[in-house]
């Protein structure tokens, strides 16, 4: 697919794979409409700063499934007539608690973080498919099969969705979540000629990282990615989500960015090596 002239939806552009997503769809031609939930003025200023100030601004929050579809109606008034093709699904959250053997204390993490990175994938991921879809004739329920490409989602899941480490017990989850919509949708909106690819970054240094989180992880990847061994940059990630995105053969697929890491345990010590982990995620 050829991007160039394009709109694209990128949630969570104000974050750090996010805005790597947006600069690379300019640096292309494309249109990134970012949704985030800062307000309007703050949240040019974060893309002002990233040289991103090209790109179109609405502010929604992905968990409320009616904001999200105003919000993609916004976008349709905003960009060029049909020339919405797409998103990168970015936002996420990865809350961290202090290390304990107590399951339930958990549950409320459990659902926090479900309701944005599960429901919010299937959230945004319907109201991006939708919005393309209304740019077009609407032939009914089993209406005839399209023969032209209308668009493609690309969902940013992570390493730790499949194996699940324990230190991870609610985000992996959310995120395996993530390739289950990822599946589904892909499914469900071949028909449309709308493609759904997923996309898993291991680490990167972001906010949602956090500071004390990144020196247990620098030597998780030390000992556990095959090469490159370290955190990978934004515009890595953002670089297999752009060619999910312009290969018309790729579809629902799973694009692991990772250095080889495959974020399990390292069992082989003698000791339990989680009580290294800075945090339960
Ligand atoms: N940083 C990593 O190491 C890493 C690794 C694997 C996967 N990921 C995933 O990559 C994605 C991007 O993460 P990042 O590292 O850029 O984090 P980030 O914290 O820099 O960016 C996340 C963005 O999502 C936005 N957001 C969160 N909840 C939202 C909501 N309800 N509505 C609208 N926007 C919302 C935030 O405001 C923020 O701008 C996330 O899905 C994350 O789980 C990150």
Redesign the pocket.
């Known amino acids: 697919m050829l991007v160039k002239g394009k709109a694209f939806i990128v949630?969570?552009?104000?974050?750090?794979?996010?805005k790597a997503c947006v600069l690379l769809l300019l640096e292309k031609g494309a249109i990134p409409v970012v949704?985030?939930?800062?307000n309007e003025s703050d949240a040019k200023a974060v893309l002002k700063e990233a040289g991103a100030e090209a790109a179109l601004y609405v502010k929604?929050?992905?968990?409320d499934v009616k904001a999200t579809e105003q919000a993609c109606g916004v976008a349709l008034q905003r960009i060029p007539k049909g020339s919405l093709a797409g998103g990168i699904h970015?936002?996420?959250?990865?809350p961290g608690r202090k290390w304990s053997h107590k399951l339930v204390d958990s549950a409320a993490d459990f659902e926090k973080v479900f309701k944005?990175?599960a429901y919010?994938t299937f959230a945004v991921d319907a109201c991006i498919a939708d919005a393309i879809n209304s740019q077009y004739p609407d032939d009914g329920p089993f209406g005839p099969r399209v023969t032209e490409e209308r668009g493609c989602i690309v969902n940013?899941?992570?390493?730790v969705a499949k194996p699940v480490p324990g230190r991870c017990l609610t985000?992996g989850p959310s995120?395996t979540a993530v390739l289950g919509i990822t599946e589904g949708m892909a499914d469900f909106l071949g028909p449309f000629g709308i493609r759904v690819n997923s996309v898993?970054?291991?680490?990167?240094?972001?906010?949602?990282?956090g500071p004390d989180r990144l020196p247990y992880f620098q030597n998780e990847l030390e000992t556990g990615c095959i090469y490159p061994r370290r955190v990978s940059q934004?515009a890595e990630v953002a670089g297999g989500c752009l060619f999910l995105i312009e290969n018309s053969m790729m579809n629902d697929h799973h694009l692991r960015v990772d250095g080889g890491w495959r974020g399990t345990t390292l069992w082989s010590e003698t000791h339990d090596p989680r009580a290294k982990a800075i945090s339960l995620e």
């Not at 949630?11 to 996010?18: E, P, V």
């Not at 970015?90 to 990865?94: E, L, T, W, Y």
């Open positions: 949630t969570g552009g104000l974050g750090a794979i996010g949704f985030d939930r800062l929604t929050d992905i968990t970015c936002a996420g959250i990865a944005v990175n919010g940013i899941a992570s390493v985000y995120k898993a970054p291991a680490v990167v240094a972001s906010a949602l990282m934004p």
